[in-house]
Nanobody, 114 residues
Framework: QLVESGGGLVQSGGSLRLSCAGS????????MRWYRQASGKERELVAL????????KYADSVKGRFAISRDNDKRTMYLQMNSLKPEDTAVYYC?????????WGQGTQVTVSS
């Protein structure tokens, strides 16, 4: 019910845009999040966007470089990632939090080469 896309291999300093398409729940009422998990590390929250417009938060490590957004008409969330660093390498997961439960995507790999 959540499908990520847009991952890949990019050089340090480059950009990628991730997408997360949702179905099977009321997308416009879900708090949407991006998480990432690097090899051998715990999953961490990267960014979230609430139901209210422009209500977003970021991990300190990505502030000023990443931008989260959503298009409720398209039932899609995005993560624009700029100035990528090797330490951004991870599997990125989208998450939807609703009053009926939580949903996770399958993940998309982002690899940043130095």
């Amino acid at each position: 019910q959540l499908v990520e896309s847009g991952g890949g291999l990019v050089q340090s300093g480059g950009s990628l845009r991730l997408s997360c398409a949702g179905s099977g729940f009321t997308f416009s009422r879900a708090i949407m999040r991006w998480y990432r998990q690097a090899s051998g590390k715990e999953r961490e929250l990267v960014a979230l966007i609430a139901v209210a417009p422009d209500s977003s938060k970021y991990a300190d490590s990505v502030k000023g470089r990443f931008a989260i957004s959503r298009d409720n008409d398209k039932r899609t969330m995005y993560l624009q990632m700029n100035s990528l660093k090797p330490e951004d390498t991870a599997v990125y997961y989208c998450h939807a939090g609703t009053i009926y439960g939580d949903y996770w995507g399958q993940g998309t790999q982002v690899t940043v080469s130095s």
